[in-house]
Structure formats: structure tokens, C-alpha cells
């Protein structure tokens, strides 16, 4: 029963998956020359008894995650502005 229980405290531990690293150029008013860039690393935090699962995920659907990451930062950085 200890056993069992320390197995199962042990997956619920949570790591750091890294997500990599992103740059999104920003739309500028056709007045201006100056360049609005974002550059940020992602990082995404799993159980520790899933990590092998969630590398699989990102393996298998690496880009597809990237662009969905990247037009939900392009999202909140249209709904919540963004100043140079």
C-alpha cells in the first residue's frame, strides 16, 4: 500500500516541458517604419507520469502546437494592445 501510494505521489510530480522559442513580428500603422516585435521561450508544466505522453504529443504534432501558440499570443496581444 506505501508503495502504491508513493508511486502515485511521484506522477502527480510536475516537470517543465519546454516549448521552444517564438518571435512574432506585430502589424504597424502605415505611418510608422518602427518594427514591434515579441520574442518570448514557452514553457508548459505536466504531471510527471504524463511527460512521455506529452513528448509524443509534441513529437508528433510539434507544428501544429507552435502555430496554435502563436496566433493565441498574436490574440491576446490585439485584445489586450500593445505599446512600444
Not at 510539434?62 to 502555430?67: L, M, N, T
Amino acid at each position: 500500500m506505501i508503495k502504491s501510494r508513493r508511486a502515485g505521489a511521484l506522477g502527480a510530480l510536475t516537470v517543465e516541458v519546454d516549448l521552444g522559442k517564438f518571435r512574432i513580428s506585430l502589424p504597424q500603422p502605415a505611418e510608422t517604419t518602427a518594427v514591434a516585435e515579441i520574442q518570448f521561450h514557452a514553457f508548459g508544466q505536466v504531471a510527471h507520469r504524463n511527460l512521455n505522453l506529452v513528448e509524443e504529443s509534441l513529437e508528433k504534432n510539434g507544428p501544429e502546437i507552435r502555430h496554435r501558440l502563436l496566433l493565441a499570443t498574436r490574440q491576446l496581444v490585439t485584445v489586450h494592445g500593445f505599446k512600444n
